[in-house]
């Protein structure tokens, strides 16, 4: 049970017996990760996954390849994405789930090449699917309410994803929280992805902060290890995806949380209190660029 190893801190609403970390410095905006964190993104990873498996199959089958040598394809396929066939689940923070969608087509078509296919096929195969994670269900039924708490405390409320721009604007249609968030970055629009420094930095520029003032809250060692290169001022780890409690610790984690529905309570209990309404919005003008970054503005 990860929530009962030695030293960990685990913590959930009611759960006195953890030491909370204390802020540096008054928190001005948090940034969620999207896939095992906001949304579920266990049945997306599987149906991609499962779709590249099937189309590898069925192309060396044409090429006349063995049984023997098509599991051997199929094998290192998964190992590449980090998938266990077995369970039919990611390994904790494997590429396939802490990665960009680019970097999981890339390691595709290594594999798919060594066995003699065109390199133009895992691109082909992943755009029939690549906005699968548009349609994921949200991890909690209440996000609305948890956004909405964030920004009653006066922080600015982002998104920072390894998804691509087009299924992240459907998701959080779909899941009706576009207008609590108020900037958000793709996978798509970095030149180097999550645990890359970057993505945070370009975030903070966008709102005009230095990353002590963020909290970063995220599922895998991509996010984890950005907000350790970042120097972020909390990071909070959740197990509501891919991430194990002890990677997400030894990566940058300050505290883990069973998901973000404990979000709320834990910055309460850190001390956060609701700012009056004149001092909630934090970021005047979202709609300007800075300069070449690209950053979406949710609306």
């Known amino acids: 049970d990860e929530k009962k190893d030695d030293g960990l801190l685990y913590w959930e609403a009611g759960n006195s017996g953890v030491q909370l970390p204390e802020f540096k410095t008054r ?11 906001l949304g579920d993104d266990a049945a997306s990873l599987k149906r991609w996954t499962n779709h590249m498996t099937r189309c590898m199959e069925h192309a060396l089958t044409e090429l006349q390849l063995s049984r023997e040598i098509i599991a051997q394809a199929i094998k290192a396929l998964h190992d590449k994405l980090g998938w266990d066939a077995s369970v039919g689940h990611v390994i904790p923070s494997a590429p396939l789930a802490a990665g960009t969608w680019q970097e999981a087509v890339e390691l595709s078509s290594n594999v798919f090449q060594h066995y003699g296919l065109s390199s133009s096929v895992a691109s082909e195969w992943h755009e029939k699917l690549r906005n699968v994670h548009g349609a994921d269900p949200p991890v909690i039924s209440n996000l609305c309410d948890m956004l909405q708490s964030c920004r009653d405390l006066g922080l600015i409320v982002a998104v920072c994803t390894s998804d691509d721009r087009s299924p992240t604007n459907n998701a959080l249609r779909n899941w009706n929280i576009a207008h609590l968030v108020d900037l ?30 963020v909290i970063i809250v995220g599922d895998t060692t991509g996010d984890t290890g950005m907000a350790r290169n970042a120097q972020a001022g909390l990071c909070v780890g959740v197990l509501s995806g891919s991430g194990a409690a002890h990677q997400l610790m030894e990566t940058g984690a300050n505290i883990i949380l069973p998901h973000v529905g404990h979000i709320p309570s834990l910055l309460n209990c ?29 609306s």
Not at 271 to 294: H, I
């Open 27 to 37: 928190p001005k905006m948090i940034v969620f990760d999207k896939d095992g964190t």
């Open 184 to 213: 958000s970055l793709c996978g798509d629009e970095v030149s180097e992805p999550k645990p890359s420094a970057l993505p945070l930095e370009m975030l903070c520029r966008q709102a005009n902060l230095i990353p002590e003032e």
């Open 270 to 298: 850190m001390g956060l209190e609701k700012r009056p309404a004149r001092e909630e919005q934090l970021v005047p003008d979202l709609q300007k660029a800075s300069g070449n970054v690209t950053v979406g503005v949710m």
